[in-house]
């Protein structure tokens, strides 16, 4: 396999257990347990020099990392085993992401599988998580731990898709927030999840601009003034992408996630090269979401757009990432913080090695 790293011993090992437990999703609920083991096993001890402190514009409470590496929403969806995530090389992790009620997901097995050839992931899960409660009660628990590893924890709320007869959208989202607000060091708000068959948020304006008000005013009446940002697609054009980060910055919210996972019903990949063959996952008619190698292009490029629109607001680099020196390149085009997730299913201690790599 063609990649952008020197290939170890322990990344063919990775290679291996693809090729022989084909569960994609067992292998993902895998992660926890093997940071648990690898935290006692083979502790890590973060480059001093590669610590990170993040101020923001929107006068929210400034992040201090061990690194400047975060989890991405969708790996610690169950919010178990959070503070052993420092022994993988993370920062923070986000939680999630999470509604308001528990869900099962998507009905339909397999709902997750990886694209070899592209070192990518096609996602179809459905927002599975067991519900808000059970996820801040989760961190609660393990708070004094989370402390102790110098971890942040945060947590990505978005509307349940199937919401209760004559329930109001907005007060979904909004009840799922003031949930996991106390319990996070800082949130994400979802608008663009493509895998779970009901209409994304991020092309809706006027319930966009409603919602980031309402959010807004939410986090206004709080003691404490969290980080908050907004989780963007990256399939938005550039008037829309322009559009969606004025809203943020007028709703005077901390900034945006650039990206989340590339609708697989567009066929290409998001530069233009024709997508492979893809089964339908989750549910009939579905491809849902990629994320990997080839999203990292369109993440550099949303990270440098934005930034040339100077905003002021905060932005985060999500969606490719697989070397400390494109960690290195987004921090320095803008970004004040890397989200990875699907680099581990295919680089051995990929977060290790990219915080290791980015000195």
């Not at 923070?92 to 397999?110: D, I, M, Q």
Request: aromatic residues 6%; charged residues 25%.
């Amino acid at each position: 396999m063609n990649t952008t790293y020197q290939t170890t011993v322990a990344d063919k090992f990775l290679a291996l257990l693809r090729e022989n437990i084909p569960s994609a999703e067992f292998r993902h609920e895998s992660m926890a347990p093997l940071a648990r083991a690898m935290q006692y096993l083979a502790p890590w001890q973060a480059p001093r020099t590669a610590s990170r402190k993040v101020r923001f514009a929107d006068g929210s409470c400034p992040m201090e990392l061990r690194t400047p590496l975060v989890l991405a929403a969708g790996a610690a969806k169950q919010a178990r085993c959070l503070s052993a995530f420092a022994s993988f090389g993370f920062g923070a992790v986000t939680v999630g992401t999470a509604t308001l009620r528990p869900r099962k997901g998507n009905p339909l097995h397999p709902r997750v599988r990886t694209v070899e050839e592209s070192r990518a992931i096609q996602n179809a899960m459905g927002l599975n998580n067991p519900g808000i409660e059970t996820l801040v009660r989760r961190i609660a628990s393990e708070r004094f731990a989370i402390e102790s590893e110098r971890l942040l924890v945060g947590v990505s709320v978005a509307e349940d898709p199937d919401l209760l007869p004559d329930e109001s959208p907005d007060a979904n989202v909004l009840a799922c927030l003031a949930a996991a607000y106390p319990e996070s060091d800082y949130i994400e708000l979802n608008l663009s999840c493509p895998n779970t068959g009901h209409e994304r948020l991020d092309r809706a304006w006027d319930r966009i601009r409603r919602l980031l008000g309402e959010v807004s005013a939410f986090r206004e009446r709080q003691e404490v003034r969290k980080p908050l940002w907004v989780k963007l697609s990256p399939d938005l054009a550039d008037e829309s992408f322009a559009t969606a980060l004025d809203n943020v910055r007028e709703a005077g919210l901390t900034g945006v996630i650039l990206f989340n996972t590339w609708p697989a019903a567009h066929g290409t990949w998001p530069m233009g090269e024709p997508l492979p063959e893809l089964p339908e996952l989750g549910r009939p008619g579905l491809l849902g979401g990629l994320s990997g190698h080839p999203l990292f292009p369109r993440t550099l490029d949303g990270i440098r757009r934005a930034a040339s629109l100077k905003t002021g607001l905060s932005l985060v680099g999500c969606g490719g990432v697989e070397t400390g020196s494109q960690a290195s390149d987004l921090l320095d085009s803008g970004a004040d913080l890397v989200q990875l997730y699907s680099v581990l299913a295919f680089r051995w201690m990929a977060a290790r090695r990219i915080a290791e790599e980015l000195r």
